[in-house]
């Protein structure tokens, strides 16, 4: 897998709030298909690392490519890496002023400019993918929050995106709710999406992860196949944190 | 009525909050009404009512026919609209250069708020219809609309940035994150967001700025004051007249917040329709 062409690659991240350091010297790859889950104590940088792969955040130096293009290389359309990347936020973000098929039918027609009756196919296509189709004409505050984050997941995948990043999907969700999102996640693991998840879910890192990064600091501080991770964890701030997580 | 306790809705409705309030309202308007016709009385001031009709309408050997008054509030709500349209774009263009993180930009934006926001409106009439009217060959109907337009065009920009700034900024990145551009996000995703906190600030601003445009009779721009100083200087009956006047703006005013009012709860209750 590692010599395949990565769908992301960062080259030594740094980033910067002001004078302070988010993100230093930050570097990994994830190749097509690939599966990694960052975990990591809360400002330790997770956010801002998956904030600056679709440039939500622009970063303050190295280098970062996606698809191949390089960002902030002056001529890379930002449009373009965003449609090739989905994102899914802790706080879902749906529009509120639109019903569920609208959120999603959005971005296929302004941004992909395809026919209406297209993509309306193609949401029906993903909201049936996550097993809430018969809420199409609702509004997301008729929504609970796990069919919500099913939606926002639904919403990004109909971009058609190469890759998939989730910052903390379930963090805000009740707990009976958690099992609904991550099994669709585990679905689109299933059939081949890359995707970098900033998860705490531990199970769900076991089951799905090929590889698990854990940061503290800004920096990765341990970067190892999830097997090992779990096993042998390198570092004594890697394996308090999990000793951490683990016991809840 | 519509109720005024909405909630997340930090501004206050410039509509009437109910019926106790317009109920005072009424009694404060008869009150005033009583003295004036008290002062009236004991000044032996000669009543003429009866004159007053004609010059909103008049039915003559041609018809139907709009009086001078009616025809006055015409233009008035014609140089209104024309301003506010302009307020409206100029806005725009300023809010969005306060918002952008152009440094050029934002100074401009910031000068051009200073000065107007810092002006008496009269004095930026004199200005627009002396000094600028005879550099630019502007006539005083374009001083006129100009000088309004950018009156108001600060008070609107500032409506347009805190209503942008209402929308919770996670809608701006999922927009982006799907690829959208800036012009996309805003006029699909904010602006629609941003429309019930932007209507009842900008029914305000409307209505504020029929009623300043009244000022403009001062350069003799033709609208609903400029008719009734003329009315009064042909006919003397200026009790009559300016009450008169004093109603029609009234009855404007209030129609329009009724027809904000209207709809700021389609506005509300969109994204709640089942
Ligand atoms: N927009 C910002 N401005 C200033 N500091 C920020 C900003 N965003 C994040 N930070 C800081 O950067 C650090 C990392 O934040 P974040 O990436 O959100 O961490 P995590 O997602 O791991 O909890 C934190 O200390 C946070 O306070
Ligand atoms: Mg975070």
Redesign the interface.
């Known amino acids: 897998m590692a010599d395949c062409d990565p769908v992301i690659e960062l080259r030594n991240v740094d980033k910067f709030y002001g004078d302070f350091q988010a993100l230093a010297n930050v570097s990994m790859r994830l190749a097509p298909s690939e599966r990694v889950v960052i975990c990591g104590p809360s400002g330790s940088g997770k956010s801002t690392l998956v904030r600056c792969v679709n440039r939500l955040e622009e970063h303050s130096a190295g280098r970062i490519f996606v698809g191949g293009e390089e960002l902030g290389a002056g001529k890379t359309n930002i449009r373009w890496v965003r449609m090739k990347v989905g994102m899914v936020f802790q706080q879902f973000n749906l529009f509120p002023h639109l019903s569920v098929l609208e959120n999603l039918t959005i971005g296929p027609i302004r941004v992909r400019k395809l026919a209406k009756s297209r993509a309306i196919e193609l949401a029906r296509e993903y909201l049936a993918r996550v097993d809430i189709l018969d809420q199409a004409e609702k509004y997301p505050a008729q929504l609970s929050g796990g069919q919500q984050q099913r939606v926002a997941i639904a919403r990004a995948l109909c971009m058609e995106p190469s890759v998939m990043l989730f910052d903390e999907p379930t963090s805000a969700l009740d707990p009976e709710m958690i099992n609904e999102v991550l099994a669709v996640m585990a679905d689109l693991a299933q059939s081949g999406m890359a995707m970098i998840c900033v998860t705490h879910e531990m199970g769900f890192a076991r089951r799905v992860a090929d590889r698990m990064i854990f940061m503290d600091g800004g920096e990765i501080i341990e970067s190892a196949p999830a097997e090992r991770f779990f096993s042998h964890p390198q570092s004594e701030r890697c394996r308090r944190f999990l000793d951490q997580v683990l016991e809840r | 009525m519509p109720s005024s306790a909405r909630p997340g809705c930090r501004i206050p409705l410039p509509t009437a909050s109910g019926a106790a309030s317009v109920g005072l309202y009424l009694l404060l308007v008869c009150l005033v009404l009583a003295l004036a016709l008290n002062g009236a009385e004991a000044m032996g001031y000669n009543w003429q009512w009866y004159r007053v009709p004609e010059y909103l309408f008049a039915f003559t050997d041609d018809g139907f026919q709009w009086g001078e008054i009616a025809l006055g509030l015409g233009a008035t709500l014609k140089l209104s609209l024309q301003s506010f349209v302009l307020a409206l774009g100029l806005g725009a263009v300023v809010a969005l250069l306060r918002m952008s993180n152009l440094v050029v930009g934002n100074a401009i934006a910031l000068a051009f708020l200073e000065i107007v926001r810092n002006l008496p409106l009269l004095i930026l009439l004199y200005l627009f219809y002396y000094v600028l009217g005879p550099i630019f060959a502007l006539d005083r109907y374009a001083a006129a609309v100009l000088c309004l337009g950018v009156y108001h065009a600060a008070l609107v920009s500032e409506i347009l940035r805190a209503g942008v700034g209402s929308v919770?900024g996670?809608?701006l990145?999922?927009?982006?994150?799907?690829?959208?551009?800036s012009a996309?996000a805003y006029r699909?995703?904010v602006l629609?967001?941003a429309m019930k906190f932007l209507l009842p600030p900008m029914t305000g601003e409307a209505a504020h700025l029929i009623k300043s445009s009244a000022i403009v009779s001062v350069i003799a721009v033709v609208e609903m004051t400029t008719v009734g100083r003329n009315i009064i200087a042909d006919t003397y009956m200026s009790f009559e007249i300016w009450f008169t006047i004093a109603a029609v703006y009234l009855l404007v005013i209030l129609v329009l917040s009724l027809a904000a009012a209207r709809m700021e709860q389609r506005y509300a209750t969109?994204?709640?329709?089942?």
Do not use: C, L, N, T
């Open positions: 919770d996670g809608q990145e999922a927009a982006r994150s799907v690829g959208m551009s996309q699909h995703i629609p967001q969109a994204g709640r329709r089942k």
